[in-house]
């Protein structure tokens, strides 16, 4: 009887494969033609066929020289790697070419329209973004979190759906989502491409080749992505560490965590042991099999940056780009992934009460769980810690303050600026705290190695950054939230995963609404133009 269960459930699961393989192949193909939807129906009718929304007026003709093969023209303007550039020049080239004389061959098009038409219009290149990066973002990010949990997941339907929604809520993640996959902004395939290079990068089976490639393509496309290089190469050096010595895998906290590490690389350099040459020979050797795709682009990353581009990370306008230490921008993104858990945390709490206890009940339960885990002490001096960095370093670029078409300048002028009371600025200062308290706990779920990686890289990619931009923590946020949904197989976090897309969809819904019926005319300049509220 027991065995004929076990067959019964196997078919069961079995049949249950293509279905689910179906399902989560299909928002590709449905994330795809909504965008462009938008885009062809809502977005594009709002401008001329030459009319740019802000910085566009930079990247569709650089986009367009490329597509002309002009790759040595360049605009001093552009700060960035010419990833988004090549990828759009590669593929709306000879794709349209393609497309368009399949259309001449059935007689739909004549010769005359193929000559005059333009591969690189203004609506391509924008379908470049809309298209490709939301799906291959929902792609790379479903198959991310099927290698991250392989071991941890049980194979069950609702699992493999909650997998799916959560994708899907990634890949129309409000920041980059609204508006900007609808416009050639180079932000939804910066993002898109991180996860595509670490989605190959945890698959062990895939070629050496494509991770380099994918990781090369990553860096083109925004240069602070070279630090979830350094990110993945962190963790795979942990966890060689871990296999060389066991002792370091049993640590209980990141500070004894890193102690192990060093008192055994200690031990092993300097204590005479017959084995410890080959202890540490393998160890070098794990480590490059592992982390040698990860450092051939680093590294020619590093030759680029010192010998080509005289030590700086950006290209073209560095003036306005220059990087100042700028710590709170840790406090900021700490506000940033608290707001856009929320529904994720209220769903969860919500779903996983017990149905006795009172809200006040369950609050006092989480206040002495937080208390047991952490002192009063440590919760005293971070707070202290980040009110001497609101008092020394609460500073405002100059584009923050001048620029009225985005959100966060009027979040500073209510909050922030010189004739606000000035303690309006200490009122967060518990919740940057407890903040950082919490995603530090949720990283624990993942290991040590993950969690010490990304507090060392998150600041590295943060606290240079001059201009508070949300667009700058989307990566950062979506890299936390991978490495901290472990437990996603059941049904109370399939509900939540569902409030959680319903909620990004409705902020979606608002900022598109805004940007498309609420113009406004710009403050920028004296032309009398209308201009248009986003992130």
Not at 445 to 458: C, D, G, P, Q
Not at 496 to 510: G, L, P, W
């Amino acid at each position: 009887m027991a065995r004929r269960n076990l067959k019964k459930r196997q078919m069961r699961d079995d049949g249950a494969k293509p279905c689910t393989g179906l399902m989560a192949t299909l928002p590709v193909f449905l994330l795809s033609a909504v965008s462009y939807s938008i885009l062809r129906y809502f977005v594009q009718p709002l401008f001329r066929s030459d009319e740019y929304y802000i910085d566009e007026e930079f990247h569709v003709p650089q986009a367009r020289r490329y597509c002309q093969a002009a790759f040595h023209q360049w605009d001093p303007k552009i700060t960035t790697l010419p990833g988004l550039y090549l990828l759009s020049a590669i593929v709306l080239v000879p794709g349209v070419q393609i497309y368009n004389s399949v259309l001449s061959m059935i007689g739909i098009l004549d010769n005359n329209f193929l000559h005059n038409y333009d591969a690189c219009s203004l609506i391509a290149l924008r379908a470049v973004n809309a298209i490709g990066a939301p799906s291959c973002l929902y792609y790379a990010y479903h198959r991310c979190q099927q290698l991250l949990l392989q071991n941890e997941r049980k194979k069950s339907l609702i699992g493999e759906w909650s997998y799916i929604i959560l994708s899907v809520s990634v890949a129309t993640f409000p920041v980059i989502y609204a508006p900007y996959s609808m416009l050639y902004y180079t932000d939804a395939w910066a993002t898109a491409s991180v996860f595509l290079w670490y989605s190959s990068h945890l698959n062990s089976k895939k070629s050496s080749w494509l991770k380099i490639g994918l990781g090369g393509f990553c860096v083109l496309c925004r240069q602070t992505n070279i630090a979830w290089l350094v990110f993945a190469t962190i963790i795979d050096v942990c966890h060689c560490t871990e296999q060389c010595f066991p002792a370091v895998k049993n640590s209980g906290c990141t500070f004894s965590y890193i102690r192990a590490c060093i008192t055994e690389l200690y031990k092993c350099c300097t204590v005479k042991q017959s084995n410890r040459f080959n202890i540490l020979f393998n160890l070098m050797k794990k480590c490059w099999l592992s982390t040698y795709s990860n450092l051939i682009v680093i590294g020619s990353f590093a030759l680029f940056v010192v010998f080509i581009n005289k030590g700086d990370l950006v290209v073209g306008d560095r003036s306005a780009h220059i990087p100042r230490f700028h710590p709170m921008q840790l406090c900021y993104f700490v506000i940033f992934a608290l707001t856009f858990s929320l529904p994720w945390i209220l769903s969860q709490y919500y779903f996983n009460r017990q149905i006795t206890n009172s809200f006040v009940k369950q609050s006092t339960i989480i206040f002495f769980e937080l208390q047991k885990n952490i002192s009063i002490v440590v919760l005293i001096s971070l707070a202290t810690l980040i009110s001497g960095l609101v008092y020394f370093n609460t500073i405002a670029h100059p584009y923050l303050l001048a620029d009225n078409r985005h959100y966060t300048f009027y979040a500073w002028r209510l909050l922030f600026s010189p004739g606000k009371p000035v303690f309006l600025r200490y009122l967060p200062v518990p919740l940057y705290a407890c903040g950082l308290y919490y995603l530090d706990t949720m990283l624990i779920r993942s290991s040590i190695a993950y969690k010490l990686a990304f507090w060392i890289v998150t600041p590295l990619v943060l606290c240079p950054q001059y201009l508070l931009e949300p667009r700058y923590f989307v990566v950062p946020y979506l890299m936390y939230k991978l490495h901290s949904n472990r437990n996603i197989t059941n049904s109370n976090t399939f509900k939540a995963a569902i409030f959680e897309f319903i909620t990004y969809q409705m902020c979606n819904f608002v900022i598109m609404w805004v940007f498309l019926y609420h113009p406004f005319t710009s403050t920028m300049d004296k032309t009398g133009r209308l201009d248009r509220f986003t992130w």
